[in-house]
């Protein structure tokens, strides 16, 4: 296989096309490079493969700061049952499109007052994060004479292995710890806020599913033990989620099914019959739109370098920071990439891919093969749908602002 563009031999083929349309046709459409392009299609059939794998009564809500472009939202509302907002910006997003108030659900630290305003006044269920924001949020409550929805966020007493990213287990600013719920929960009863449920996000980016299938199960022995103090029947239980995606030609593809069937034992034997007006909800980011995205820049100079070739493209890691490798935290590994307008077409080359940027940090591809290209080719980096420009720093250089499009 002469290109880079594939996941484990796999070539990341449909997203050449979004939308159905050549990306070179789309780049003229567009108007400018770089942008990133959505197609609403791979999202679509990615939501349906998710919901066949779940029990059919467990909910699929999209959280936002995954890729919280508006035109995408509403293309998701009709399709998930909720969404999952970590600000007040993504909050009134949220609110814009259909989905019903009382199906978005905020979390994260350090909600601010004028957020837990906006949230108490929706009426969204507000994830609390510590026994201070509870306070706040009776204040809020108070002062507007609108009870609070309310759901704790417990930080649970195991880590989740296998995850990119671990949001949950030992000292965390997320959640309250599950040793202190109970003392919580006492402070519960209290005409300013009801109480909906518990949830529980424990980590990001995770491909294995025994580790996935290990976290839930554990999650929900842990809700059933703190439900047992719960001031009213608990109403909802967020699971959480972190199904990863691959990125690298190491990576596996997670194996979905493998998940839901947990889950469906897991509703079977334990949700269903102890909490039976339980909502159960999975929120998933990466997983839903991680795939269905590119990011497409144009090859502004081709050069030398004692015998290396570089292709310098017009945008970077400023836009899509993930794919140079997280200001060198991560081990760097290449996201899938190809020469949009060259595909199977040529001799290749080894090249390195590099942004426009005055760093060696602005790495897009290390020594790739690619069809040979030259100035005005297009470069395609793929699994581009998440985490992609609103989790890149677009200010560092001053240039300008990419495009989005939903296609
Ligand atoms: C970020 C986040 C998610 C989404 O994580 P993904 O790995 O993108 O699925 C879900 N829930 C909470 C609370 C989050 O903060």
């Known amino acids: 296989m002469s290109v880079a563009g594939t996941v484990r031999g796999r070539v990341v083929g449909e997203q050449l096309a979004p939308g159905g349309i050549p990306i070179e046709r789309l780049a003229a459409r567009v108007g400018s490079t770089p942008f990133f392009a959505y197609d609403r299609a791979l999202v679509t059939r990615r939501i349906s493969a998710v919901r066949a794998a779940l029990p059919a009564d467990v909910e699929l809500n999209y959280a936002v700061k995954a890729n919280p472009m508006p035109a995408l939202l ?3 509302s009709g399709q998930v049952d909720g969404f999952d907002v970590a600000s007040g910006a993504e909050l009134r997003h949220a609110l814009d499109t259909p989905v019903a108030p009382a199906r978005v659900s905020f979390a994260g630290p350090g909600k601010t007052d004028p957020e837990l305003t906006q949230a108490v006044a929706a009426g969204v269920t507000i ?11 009776k204040s809020v409550s108070t002062a507007l004479q609108i009870p609070a929805r309310v759901a704790l966020r417990v930080n649970p007493d195991f880590t989740v292995r296998g995850s990119g990213m671990r949001l949950g287990g030992g000292p965390q600013q997320f959640g309250i710890d599950c040793e202190q719920v109970p003392a919580m929960l006492a402070t519960l009863p209290d005409p ?7 949830h529980v996000f424990a980590g990001s980016q995770n491909l294995r599913a025994d580790s996935l299938c290990e976290a839930q199960r554990r999650t929900v022995e842990l809700i059933l033990r703190l439900a047992d103090a719960a001031p009213v029947p608990v109403r909802y239980l967020n699971l959480g989620g972190g199904f990863g995606i691959p990125y ?3 990576d596996v593809a997670l194996e979905v099914a493998q998940v839901g069937d947990n889950l469906e034992v897991l509703m079977t034997g334990l949700v269903r019959p102890t909490l039976p007006e339980a909502r159960v909800v999975l929120e998933l980011g990466r997983y839903l739109v991680g795939e269905a995205g590119v990011y497409v820049t144009r090859v502004v100079d081709r050069k030398q370098s004692r015998g290396k070739t570089f292709l310098v493209v017009d945008g970077g890691m400023h836009h899509q920071l993930a794919a140079s490798g997280n200001l060198g935290q991560a081990i760097r ?14 001799p290749t080359e080894t090249v390195s891919v590099v942004g426009a940027l005055c760093t060696p940090l602005d790495l897009l591809g290390e020594d790739v093969e690619l ?7 297009l470069i395609a980096i793929f699994q581009a749908g998440a985490y992609g420009l609103t989790a890149s720093p677009t200010g560092f250089l001053s240039h300008p602002a990419p495009v989005e499009v939903l296609v």
């Open 333 to 346: 590994r290449n996201y899938p990439i190809a020469v949009a307008n060259r595909m199977g077409a040529g």
């Open 371 to 377: 069809p040979v290209a030259g100035i005005g080719d």
């Open 74 to 76: 509403q293309h998701l």
């Open 248 to 250: 690298s030609s190491r």
């Open 127 to 137: 994830e609390l994060e510590s026994t201070g924001e509870l306070a706040r949020v």
């Open 192 to 198: 300013r806020v009801e109480f909906q449920g518990f």
